[in-house]
């Protein structure tokens, strides 16, 4: 007796109890065997991370990818993993830290430390749980964290390695400073924004007569770190001021006028302040033509001594005291309104503090060389294309990479300061010291003579090796794993981290396996709402997908997501399509309803309309199957799912 189908699907009863048995009898673990491996690395989500919609698009592409890979028959294999996300996770644990009354700055490295691996033990694996909600069908038996020991291993050889090659450095370079976190960070970290500000013209005294100089500037708190003001050689508002010197408002120290083609005359009033300790032009100018550089800002964006006034108060609220005194004091000549263009901190949303800063950097160049060609002669292919020339115009205009984090949550630098100065570098402070002894001719020194470097790496070094650590391709470059899953076969990752990962895995698999790390690169869009707002939770316009899946289900939510989501287009998403999602559902339920429900007898000879409407369904499965892979192949999958809903529907 057939037992009796419900007339409605309901995925409660389904998707739990699915996923349950895949995952008792093993049906995603992979081991290298005789069969083509098929093989996707996760993008490693950060362990401050939840479920958002950004992520259920990506894993549910991946997760097609993978499917389809096991239905053709080949060894497929999901790794997933999650990244350790220095400066957010560092940042989350301080503010949990606060809340218990407990001060950061009077902990040790090692006590603070304590409190960030708790933390990440209790909240550091949310996001893999929530991805098992989705059905995401990843090996779990090979979850990787990017501090396991073995990737940290990993990291900390590359860059022992790299160092040895001459290709890591340590420098005073200017940086892009955070002054919450108290950390330098990259340029790709930084997110600029159109602000309402003011351009403050600003009259300097020549030195030695009554004339003045005026500038315009959107910064007046920064003109006690200046050190010249330039104007055009060929301006001819200025020619009676070449070879005299100004004085700098309120504090009175004496700078030259200095001349040069940068200057844009039609800017302001054609003359500009000079800060080169604060802006990375004027840093280019100052090291050019010989200036001082005097560096004003504390780390946390406070005034120091150099700055002679307003020491230890707040940058910006010195902006509004100095102007104060500068009307006081007759050098304000005017203020416009003006929108500018300001940087702000990906990560605490601080505005960001160009400044001169002693850091480790990676030089880049030629590591992008094979890199650039891989990808325009399209042994990498990227879909859609389009972003081969993003891609391109960033790869040719690199510049070295500043690797190292003011943090202490991450992969430490291994550089070993010496009491009489200089350092070494190497992958244990044991084989530091034999370094040390042979490098100085002193057989007297220990460990404890040995300081290691305070800063960790940046988060993107660990990352950037993820294809390659995770089948621990750099500590054993001949194992099994290695050989047989790399390079992996698809990237489904978001295009503002085209340089942050993307482009750096391909620098690394070149460097380290002579070989692309990855196949393709299917570089999904942003999610929006249906008035094109990026989704995010501070605009409120973003759905928990957990209570999307709990209402519509795992299958319905993706099915909506993908029927609006072209490689790199945006995503325009309503919950009407995850509705839709679910009642598409429904009606393969109620065809595999039907097709139960029919009680054939073999035996009796079928009339031939029925045969006819056997073999036209079976013609039109087979043209559709055909249409299906090739729209796969071409990472078409809105489309190919599109061909499966007409199919049932139509």
Excluded at 263 to 281: C, M, Q, S, W
Excluded at 366 to 393: E, G, R, S
Excluded at 617 to 645: C, G, T
Aim: glycine share 6%; aromatic share 12%; hydrophobic share 35%.
């Amino acid at each position: 007796m057939k037992m009796e189908i419900p007339a409605k699907y309901d995925p409660t009863l389904t998707e739990d109890k699915w996923y349950k048995y895949w995952m008792d009898k093993g049906f995603f673990r992979s081991e290298p065997d005789s069969r083509e491996p098929y093989s996707v690395v996760i993008p490693p989500p950060n362990v401050t991370g939840v479920l958002h919609m950004g992520h259920m698009l990506n894993n549910t592409i991946q997760d097609i990818l993978v499917r389809r890979a096991r239905m053709q028959g080949k060894n497929a294999c999901w790794v997933p993993g999650t990244d350790h996300a220095s400066i957010a996770t560092e940042a989350k644990v301080v503010a949990k830290l606060k809340e218990q009354g407990i001060d950061k700055n009077l902990l040790s490295r090692e006590e603070f430390l304590n409190h960030a691996w708790e933390w990440k033990e209790k909240h550091g694996g949310i996001i893999l749980e929530q991805l098992k909600k989705l059905g995401a069908s990843c090996d779990w038996s090979r979850t990787k964290f990017t501090m396991d020991q073995d990737l940290s291993e990993s990291v900390i050889k590359v860059f022992v390695d790299l160092y040895n090659k001459g290709l890591v450095y340590r420098g005073v370079r200017m940086v892009n400073w955070d002054p919450q976190a108290k950390t330098a960070v990259s340029d790709e970290e930084v997110i600029y924004k159109e602000v309402q500000s003011k351009l403050y013209y600003i009259r300097y005294k020549v030195e030695g007569n009554d004339g003045f100089v005026t500038i315009a500037t959107t910064r007046p708190e920064t003109i006690l770190g200046d050190t010249a003001v330039c104007v055009h050689p060929k301006d001819e508002r200025f020619k009676h001021l070449h070879g005299k010197k100004v004085l700098v408002p309120l504090i009175n120290r004496s700078i030259p006028i200095i001349l040069d083609d940068y200057v844009d005359r039609e800017f302001g009033t054609g003359a500009l302040k000079i800060t080169p300790a604060h802006d990375i032009n004027d840093y280019e100018l100052g090291d050019k033509h010989n200036l001082e550089t005097i560096d004003i800002f504390n780390d946390n964006g406070t005034l120091n001594e150099n700055a002679q006034l307003y020491i230890g108060e707040d940058r910006f609220d010195v902006r509004e005291k100095i102007v104060t005194d500068l009307k006081n004091a007759g050098h304000i000549v005017k203020l416009e309104d003006y929108i500018n263009n300001v940087g702000y901190s990906e990560r605490t949303n601080a505005v960001i503090e160009p400044k001169l800063s002693m850091q480790w950097f990676c030089k880049m160049d030629n590591m992008a060389k094979p890199a650039l060609k891989h990808v325009m002669d399209d042994t990498i292919q990227f879909h859609p294309p389009k972003f081969k020339n993003v891609y391109k115009h960033w790869m040719e205009n690199i510049k070295d990479w500043c690797v190292s984090r003011q943090l202490w949550w991450g992969h430490r630098i291994p550089a070993y300061y010496l009491p009489e100065g200089g350092y070494v570098v190497a992958e244990t402070i044991e084989k530091a010291l034999e370094i040390a002894i042979e490098k100085t001719g002193n057989k007297n020194l220990t460990i404890n003579d040995l300081k290691q470097d305070e800063d960790v790496l940046d988060t993107w070094f660990s990352s950037w090796l993820w294809p390659i650590a995770v089948f621990d391709g750099i500590r054993n470059p001949d194992n099994k794993d290695i050989n047989y899953y790399y390079p992996t076969n698809d990237l489904v990752t978001a295009p503002e981290i085209l340089f942050f990962w993307v482009a750096r895995m391909i620098m690394a698999g070149y460097e380290y396996r002579d070989d692309q790390p990855f196949k393709n690169v299917y570089l999904t869009g942003i999610v929006r709402d249906h008035l094109r707002r990026k989704m995010s939770k501070s605009l409120g316009n973003s759905p928990d997908p957990i209570e999307l899946m709990k209402i519509y289900g795992a299958d319905g939510v993706r099915v909506g997501m993908l029927l609006c989501s072209p490689a790199g287009g945006d995503l325009l998403f309503d919950e009407s399509l995850t509705e839709q999602g679910r009642n598409f559902g429904n009606k393969i339920w109620n065809a595999f309803r039907l097709v139960e429900s029919w009680n054939v007898d073999e035996n009796i000879q079928q009339p031939e309309y029925a045969q006819k409407t056997i073999e036209w369904f079976q013609n039109k499965l087979n043209s559709e199957i055909e249409n299906i892979n090739d729209l796969y192949d071409k990472f078409r999958l809105s489309e190919a799912l599109m061909a499966v809903y007409k199919l049932f529907w139509d």
